[in-house]
């Protein structure tokens, strides 16, 4: 009766050791995992909170930084990038994990996200150093009913600057009530010319300064084209021209209330056209959407599209499975909370992206991402370009409002004054 009952003791302690020994290996010790993200607050709202209810061994601490370069020695083990170019130079200096291995590893559905994103994203041999759960992007919103009461096509996709231009000049400068009346609107609200200027320019791959020397040269007769195409629809008043007043009145966007046929604006309008309507009390419009102006080269791609939320694995990190379970958490996350995320973008997983009010919103994504990268403000201080460009609109200016003005003249003076304001900035 003994032996049985040492026998018993002895079956139940060894149970107890195993079940202890496996409560041991499944306890995982707690970590902090640092990151850079411009708001605590915001991170945890997003993403912190469901990260570390998920992970309960994790803390996330985070560090209020816009950008890794604020950080000199010690680097977060989870980067966080607003800008393509950072995040690539960061690539270049050896302190971003290259994440090709570990998502192979993880079998991350890398498949399932856009190429805009992926990309976008990739180092200049390839691979992949960081993701994003999302993408901005932008299209031409048009009002129908103009259109149809002066009897002018609808505008298409994969349409160059020049035809925007040209399908702008159609409408009147004045409504049947005698109000102003644009047949085109950019997303410009400064100096406003000579930005859609440098932005046709940029979409057809043109560069007006040289990074390394701060050299201006518009001589092409590719640029030659747009000077003369943009100064010509401004002097036939096709071209929105009124500039923000951050003293005046809050006006709503002209599409919204009938003072132009066409503008850019970005995804999220789409989302909330019939809202903004509703808000300033004006009449239902019917709306439609085509891609933004496309390069002549290649009618294919757009170069309107940006990434504004990078998450990046710091070489220097001791923590790099946990690392990845932040970043595969992101990007997974935003298919379950899309609406509550919609102010950050389009979702990369272009699967989410449904119809609005049965209006097809393609046009913001179906296009390419361009791979030539010749944004000035990605290269050259902001300051000098601003600088620049104020110069260039007064210059302008006087072109439109003087019809005798020689472009090819005007485009001279621009580069010979122009060069004295920036190197006035050196």
């Given at each position: 009766?003994?032996?049985?009952?040492?026998?018993?003791?002895?079956?139940?302690?060894?149970?107890?050791?195993?079940?202890?020994?496996?409560g041991?290996?499944?306890?995982?010790?707690?970590?902090?995992?640092?990151?850079?993200?411009?708001?605590?607050?915001?991170?945890?709202?997003?993403?912190?909170?469901?990260?570390?209810?998920?992970?309960?061994?994790?803390?996330?601490?985070?560090?209020?930084?816009?950008?890794?370069?604020?950080?000199?020695?010690?680097?977060?083990?989870?980067?966080?990038?607003?800008?393509?170019?950072?995040?690539?130079?960061?690539i270049?200096?050896?302190?971003?994990?290259?994440?090709?291995?570990?998502?192979?590893?993880?079998?991350?559905?890398?498949?399932?996200?856009?190429?805009?994103?992926?990309?976008?994203?990739?180092?200049?041999?390839?691979?992949?150093?960081?993701?994003?759960?999302?993408?901005?992007?932008?299209?031409?919103?048009?009002?129908?009913?103009?259109?149809?009461?002066?009897?002018?096509?609808?505008?298409k996709?994969?349409?160059?600057?020049i035809?925007?231009?040209?399908?702008?000049?159609?409408?009147?400068?004045?409504?049947?009530?005698?109000e102003?009346?644009?047949?085109?609107k950019?997303?410009?609200?400064?100096?406003?010319?000579?930005?859609?200027?440098?932005?046709?320019?940029?979409?057809?791959?043109?560069?007006?300064?040289?990074?390394?020397?701060?050299?201006?040269?518009?001589?092409?007769?590719?640029?030659?084209?747009?000077?003369?195409?943009?100064?010509?629809?401004?002097?036939?008043?096709?071209?929105?021209?009124?500039?923000?007043?951050p003293?005046?009145?809050?006006?709503?966007?002209?599409i919204?209330?009938?003072?132009?046929?066409?503008?850019?604006?970005s995804?999220?309008?789409?989302?909330?056209?019939?809202?903004?309507?509703?808000?300033?009390?004006?009449?239902?419009?019917?709306?439609?959407?085509?891609?933004?102006?496309?390069?002549?080269?290649?009618?294919n791609?757009?170069?309107?599209?940006?990434?504004?939320?990078?998450?990046?694995i710091?070489?220097?990190?001791?923590?790099?499975?946990?690392?990845?379970?932040?970043?595969?958490?992101?990007?997974?996350?935003?298919?379950?909370?899309?609406?509550?995320?919609?102010?950050l973008?389009?979702?990369?997983?272009?699967?989410?992206?449904?119809?609005?009010?049965?209006?097809?919103?393609?046009p913001?994504?179906?296009?390419?991402?361009?791979?030539?990268?010749?944004?000035?403000?990605?290269?050259?201080?902001?300051?000098?370009?601003?600088?620049?460009k104020?110069?260039?609109?007064?210059?302008i200016?006087?072109?439109?409002?003087?019809?005798?003005?020689?472009?090819?003249?005007?485009?001279k003076?621009?580069?010979?004054?122009?060069?004295?304001?920036i190197?006035?900035?050196?």
């Open positions: 009766m003994l032996g049985r009952k040492v026998l018993v003791l002895i079956v139940w302690t060894s149970l107890l050791v195993v079940l202890v020994s496996c041991n290996r499944e306890h995982k010790e707690s970590i902090i995992l640092t990151i850079n993200f411009p708001s605590e607050k915001l991170f945890f709202e997003m993403y912190g909170y469901d990260f570390e209810e998920k992970y309960p061994h994790i803390n996330v601490k985070v560090i209020e930084k816009d950008t890794p370069l604020d950080f000199k020695e010690f680097f977060p083990d989870v980067l966080f990038f607003d800008q393509i170019h950072t995040y690539k130079k960061l270049n200096d050896g302190e971003l994990l290259n994440l090709e291995k570990i998502i192979s590893d993880a079998k991350y559905p890398i498949s399932e996200l856009t190429p805009i994103v992926t990309d976008s994203l990739k180092s200049e041999k390839d691979q992949l150093f960081g993701l994003s759960p999302s993408f901005i992007s932008y299209a031409i919103y048009y009002n129908k009913d103009i259109f149809a009461e002066y009897d002018v096509s609808f505008p996709n994969q349409m160059t600057w035809e925007v231009l040209d399908l702008a000049k159609q409408f009147p400068n004045k409504n049947s009530d005698g102003a009346l644009y047949g085109f950019s997303n410009y609200y400064k100096d406003i010319a000579f930005s859609m200027i440098l932005r046709a320019g940029q979409t057809e791959g043109l560069t007006f300064i040289d990074p390394s020397t701060l050299k201006v040269n518009f001589n092409s007769p590719e640029w030659n084209v747009i000077f003369n195409n943009v100064i010509d629809a401004f002097r036939e008043g096709a071209i929105y021209s009124k500039e923000y007043d003293n005046g009145e809050v006006e709503p966007a002209p919204l209330t009938g003072k132009t046929a066409m503008e850019i604006q995804y999220s309008t789409a989302y909330n056209f019939e809202s903004y309507s509703n808000f300033i009390g004006g009449d239902k419009i019917d709306w439609d959407i085509v891609t933004v102006p496309v390069s002549t080269r290649d009618r791609k757009s170069d309107f599209y940006e990434i504004q939320e990078i998450y990046s710091s070489s220097r990190t001791e923590h790099k499975e946990d690392s990845w379970k932040l970043i595969d958490f992101i990007t997974k996350n935003r298919a379950e909370n899309q609406e509550e995320k919609q102010l973008g389009l979702p990369a997983q272009i699967d989410l992206i449904k119809s609005v009010n049965e209006h097809d919103i393609s913001l994504f179906f296009l390419e991402p361009a791979n030539n990268n010749n944004d000035p403000y990605e290269f050259v201080d902001y300051n000098v370009i601003n600088a620049f104020e110069l260039g609109q007064s210059l200016e006087e072109a439109i409002n003087n019809s005798n003005n020689n472009i090819e003249d005007l485009i003076r621009i580069e010979i004054e122009g060069q004295k304001v190197d006035s900035l050196k």
